[in-house]
């Protein structure tokens, strides 16, 4: 399967054999002893995963329930007729589908599959970079696209990557795909990165987002006994990271339509981290920007739009 695809996760891996993770993880710790391949929270890659990126087929297979809902809780931060932008990857391409939906929206891409996904969105602006094609992922990249995003001032950036730690941040493996990233970063006021449990804990080659420029993480629940992970998510909330997480495995997206709020948008929690407990009756406090914040951010929006 990791030949196949590159990259694969625990629970892919343990639903396919139909046994445990912690089956799964010692056999893949054992394949790894042999240098068939190189072991990562959550799951496993080829051998030399640092600087080897899948491309679009394999990615595409990988975590797929996550992904979908970590698309379903990250479409509840978006407000009807924001200006935002949205980096290529998997996971966006599943945020593109449900943004289709948010009357008033201006969007700006990279990504030729994010692009594709809102073409037919009536009430959705799509405005792509330019730059030269990257086809392993259907990305713009270059200097093209970079100076495309010159000058340009959005709410927020939607960006996924291959790797995230509290240390170093997000990371990719491609040098292009990084220098675009960073540009659409430089246009955002806020950052949210949407990663799934196997990116937690990765180190890729290039930083494209720097952990204290990151405010919220989307990402899906790490399995239980998985400590690596609770840890990397404690540290980046430590460092000021929201983090809002969805349902994992094969009932994420159940999971996050239990928790839909008005609307049937999928309402943002923060995650219990360990050692954080809540007393009988004490909600969850909701993820995302308080009352003020929100109205500080409309009158941004606002203030672009006149200028």
Avoid: C
Avoid at 292 to 305: G, S, W, Y
Wanted: no cysteine; aromatic share 2%.
């Amino acid at each position: 399967m990791v030949r196949a695809n590159g990259a694969v996760s625990l629970r892919e891996l343990a639903r396919v054999v139909q046994t445990s993770e912690v089956t799964v993880r010692r056999d893949v710790r054992a394949l790894e002893a042999e240098g068939l391949l190189d072991r990562r929270h959550g799951g496993a890659v080829l051998p030399g995963g640092f600087t080897r990126e899948s491309g679009f087929p394999q990615k595409s297979h990988l975590a797929t329930a996550e992904k979908t809902a970590i698309a379903d809780m990250a479409a509840g931060l978006v407000e009807e007729g924001e200006a935002i932008v949205v980096g290529a990857g998997t996971t966006t391409q599943e945020l593109a589908r449900r943004l289709a939906r948010v009357p008033g929206l201006t969007v700006v891409t990279n990504s030729l599959l994010v692009a594709q996904a809102l073409a037919h969105a009536n009430r959705v602006e799509v405005v792509m970079t330019g730059g030269t094609l990257r086809g392993s992922n259907y990305a713009l990249v270059g200097s093209g696209a970079e100076q495309s995003l010159q000058g340009l001032r959005v709410s927020r950036a939607f960006l996924s990557g291959n790797g995230l730690t509290a240390e170093r941040g997000l990371s990719t493996s491609n040098m292009l795909s990084a220098s675009v990233d960073r540009a659409l970063v430089q246009a955002a006021a806020e950052v949210v990165v949407l990663a799934d449990h196997t990116k937690l804990g990765s180190d890729t080659m290039f930083q494209t987002v720097p952990t204290d420029l990151i405010t919220h993480l989307v990402t899906d629940e790490p399995a239980a006994h998985d400590d690596r992970a609770a840890a990397e998510l404690q540290a980046l909330a430590d460092q000021g990271v929201r983090i809002a997480v969805a349902g994992g495995g094969a009932g994420a997206a159940s999971s996050a339509a239990a928790e839909s709020g008005a609307g049937g948008r999928p309402a943002r929690r923060e995650m219990p981290l360990p050692g954080q407990r809540r007393t009988q009756g004490q909600p969850l406090r909701a993820l995302g920007e308080s009352t003020v914040e929100r109205d500080r951010d409309r009158a941004r929006v606002a203030d672009l739009r006149r200028r």
